[in-house]
């Protein structure tokens, strides 16, 4: 059985409702990068902070499946031949 982490009671989360805010006039959003922005209205930070999250799950999903597939290749190192270089034919 495991303890509850005491420390759990005292941890704040970053939800996403707070992740917009106003800045001197400008719109913000948080993110675990850094603060994006500035944006000129609300509504436009809301749909800048719901491309971002979506860029970053196709980011990650995207890292996934290249991991997935160097882990199931088993990819070899071939050297090959050097063609010969074509004769050149004299025009008379």
């Known amino acids: ?24 006039g400008a719109w913000y959003f948080g993110a675990r990068e850094g603060d994006q922005g500035p944006f000129a209205r609300r509504e436009i930070a809301l749909q800048e902070m719901a491309r971002y999250a979506l860029e970053k799950k196709m980011l990650w999903r995207f890292q996934k499946s290249r991991e997935s597939f160097t882990d199931n290749q088993e990819f070899t190192l071939e050297i090959l031949p050097m063609e010969e270089p074509l004769e050149t034919q004299s025009v008379r």
């Open 1 to 24: 059985m495991q303890r509850p982490d005491s420390s759990a009671r005292n941890r704040s989360y970053f939800r996403s409702g707070t992740r917009i805010f106003n800045l001197n």
